[in-house]
């Protein structure tokens, strides 16, 4: 399962010539223009024909153009996405395959929960892991010129682990190019991956063993820092300074504290000699997270706060915490609203991207600085009041 593609994760792989952004015009033209760089690369016959069979997949624009799950709030999307289901087969998974857990966590760092929150949400362990041809799917997304940057760097690696005999011309994956039970995209896929079960290939579509192994070296990559949290849900007082909060205002736990913060029961939170963040999904009078430098690795696999969040919390799940408190969040804005807000927000000179009705990162720094300058708590939490003020 995956929304947003994001451009950390692409670009941070491998450096492509200037020449690869090139998109749109004559499609066999451009073809060749990718052939070109691909044998430049490299890549030889298979993966030369299989470029030359590639075509464009509309249902593949389509789906490039409708990204509306992300309209709906942190605890909607939350608790449709960490199921009973995916909580009884994760805690399955975790016990049945143990030992590679054990290697990956040994090797690279990163905690089973983890990974397996990932692999949950991605493709239910497996089960779902896409129908669409991934070579036509990504031919499509770099030759269309609304985000050619993301895509045309997997396109030769992508035709290189076909040319290898590693994955088939006619692979299936993801509509936005992702692979496996992971959806790892190829460059990672070229560059991250482990043959978790020694027999010399690398199967992210069949293999479990090396599916957990490559996440889990995928996620070290991004900056993973071992044996170290990466959300910790907490329980916000009703009043405190409300400007020091957002996830990225890292402060030592202390300070947060000292302010009122403590852990979901009441009891005071353990000072760890951490810094963190305290995220504030929903608002205020929502739930409330620290987020520590690990959970910044969340929003490199993507960049949706929602989908992060979710993923950091499934994992904690996984690892023993309990269900998250929503609590009783302000009333939010409905999608026309939010378009109304991010417009006027626009007009007062913010960048908010896409006017989408979408509360993005942009949107949400917005609304921080304009609940500060007319002296209302700054949450980052869209309100009917916030929108009438402004």
């Known amino acids: 399962m995956r929304v947003e593609i994001l451009a950390a994760l692409v670009l941070g792989a491998f450096a492509w010539p200037a020449a690869a952004q090139e998109c749109g015009g004559d499609f066999e033209a451009w073809k060749q223009g990718v052939a070109a760089e691909a044998k430049a690369a490299g890549v030889g016959a298979v993966g030369l024909d299989a470029l030359e069979a590639a075509t464009i997949d509309e249902k593949v624009l389509a789906r490039d153009r409708a990204q509306g799950v992300f309209t709906q709030t942190f605890t909607q999307f939350s608790n449709r996405m960490i199921s009973a289901y995916r909580l009884k087969q994760g805690a399955a998974n975790l016990q049945k395959y143990a030992d590679v857990f054990a290697r990956a966590d040994k090797e690279f760092g990163v905690q089973p929960a983890v990974i397996t929150a990932f692999w949950g949400l991605e493709t239910d362990f497996g089960a779902v892991q896409g129908d669409f041809h991934t070579l036509d799917a990504l031919v499509t997304l770099s030759h269309d010129c609304r985000r050619p940057q993301l895509f045309r760097p997997q396109l030769v690696p992508l035709l290189t682990l076909i040319d ?21 995209l190829p460059t990672d896929y070229l560059a991250r991956g482990v043959d978790g079960d020694g027999d010399g290939t690398v199967d992210l579509r069949n293999s479990v063993p090396d599916v957990i192994m490559t996440t889990a070296d995928k996620i070290l990559s991004r900056g993973w820092k071992r044996d170290q949290p990466w959300v910790e849900e907490v329980r916000a007082p009703d009043d405190m300074p409300w400007d020091q909060t957002g996830r990225t205002n890292k402060l030592p736990i202390s300070q947060w504290a000292q302010w009122g913060v403590t852990n979901p029961n009441g009891t005071p939170l353990v000072d760890n000699g951490l810094k963190a963040g305290l995220a504030l999904p929903m608002g205020r009078k929502g739930p409330a997270f620290l987020t520590y430098d690990n959970f910044d690795v969340y929003l490199e696999w993507n960049q949706s706060f929602t989908y992060a969040l979710t993923a950091a919390v499934l994992a904690t799940r996984f690892a023993g915490a309990p269900q998250f408190d929503p609590r009783s969040p302000e009333q939010g804005l409905s999608g026309d609203q939010m378009k109304a807000l991010q417009t006027k927000l626009e007009a007062k000179g913010y960048d908010v991207g896409t006017v989408d009705g979408i509360l993005g990162t942009n949107t949400r720094e917005a609304i921080r600085k ?19 003020k402004l």
């Open 370 to 388: 304009e609940q500060m300058r007319l002296g209302l708590p700054v949450d980052g939490w869209p309100t009917p009041e916030l929108l009438a």
């Open 164 to 184: 290898r005999g590693v994955l088939p011309a006619d692979v299936k994956g993801a509509w936005a190019g992702e692979i496996g039970q992971t959806q790892i």
